[in-house]
């Protein structure tokens, strides 16, 4: 059977959580595409929701104004749900110790990507409860996971030194559809919102568009130095790129127009920020940060 999740009748974002935590969390500056430290001023985030320490995923957050986490700490691992109206963890369901990844689907279902030495799977959880619905084996261990926009299939990105590709699984059925080939230094995916193309996000800086039906690359461009993680805006025209330096002390998200295939702008972005999600309007960025000590969730206001 497939995931099911609970039908919620609730307040959408509204409550804001104290700003002060933000000075614990937050960089004093950012990096531009090429690395180098740029004038942008402080962070100055419009909400901030308190985490557990050891964050290092986020689903994408929900239109029911509901969040899932991944965390990992001292061997263990749990997802945790945050309810970003009153800004408090919910439930807490434990996860495999060997959980990399997190991604919600616009029809409500988790998918968990798990990674060991050699071996991967992706579980398919209830959206309501965390639940354990499914779990699909793959070839290789699962390096990240997307869900697409069609509320069914997930893009997971999977792979050795050897060989990484990105698999596609249908959370209806729990099985595998197809796999593209994904250049070795992939380090996170997303996909556009026809799900007719794939971005890899590659450690040397580049980003290859590789169309899904063929697996040929059909574009290839820079987004700049220490990328983390990318997602895609709603329509497919912009890709928000987070970047790493000096260890997670200094961050920014480069803000990239896929028809020019060029950077446009560079906002900042918290220190130590793990990953990245749009808000389902497309208006906020979601940045997922997570140190051994403190975790939180910071909105960034971006120009759809």
């Not at 059977?1 to 509204?14: C, G, I």
């Not at 933000?22 to 942008?40: E, M």
């Not at 409860?129 to 926009?149: F, I, N």
């Not at 790493?244 to 906002?267: M, W």
């Amino acid at each position: 059977m497939p995931p099911t999740p609970r039908a919620r009748r609730r307040p959408a974002l509204a409550a804001v959580v104290a700003l002060a935590l933000a000075a614990a969390a937050c960089s004093s500056g950012s990096t531009a595409s090429s690395g180098t430290p740029t004038s942008t001023p402080p962070v100055r985030p419009s909400r901030v929701f308190a985490g557990p320490a050891g964050l290092v995923a986020g689903a994408q957050p929900q239109p029911d104004g509901f969040l899932w986490l991944l965390a990992r700490t001292g061997g263990t691992a749990d997802l945790q749900e945050l309810n970003l109206t009153t800004g408090r963890i919910g439930l807490i369901v434990p996860a495999p110790s060997s959980a990399t990844s997190l991604s919600q689907s616009p029809s409500g279902v988790i998918g968990v990507g798990l990674g060991t030495g050699s071996t991967g799977a992706l579980e398919l959880r209830n959206g309501a409860s965390g639940a354990l619905v499914a779990t699909v084996p793959l070839g290789a261990p699962v390096r990240g996971v997307v869900a697409g926009a069609d509320g069914t299939t997930f893009y997971v990105l999977n792979g050795t030194a050897a060989s990484v590709s990105v698999t596609l699984v249908n959370a209806q059925t729990a099985t595998v559809s197809v796999s593209v080939p994904a250049p070795l230094d992939t380090v996170a995916v997303t996909v556009d919102p026809t799900g007719q193309s794939l971005f890899a996000l590659r450690a040397d800086g580049h980003v290859d568009q590789i169309t899904l039906g063929t697996g040929a690359v059909a574009a290839s461009f820079p987004v700049g130095s220490t990328p983390v993680q990318l997602t895609a805006s709603n329509t497919g025209t912009t890709l928000y790129v987070l970047k790493s330096t000096d260890g997670g002390a200094t961050a920014d998200v480069g803000v990239i127009d896929t028809a020019t295939e060029s950077q446009t702008d560079a906002l900042p972005a918290p220190a130590h920020s793990v990953g990245l999600q749009l808000s389902p309007d497309g208006r906020t960025l979601y940045l997922v940060v997570g140190t051994s000590g403190y975790g939180n969730v910071q909105l960034i206001p971006v120009t759809p």
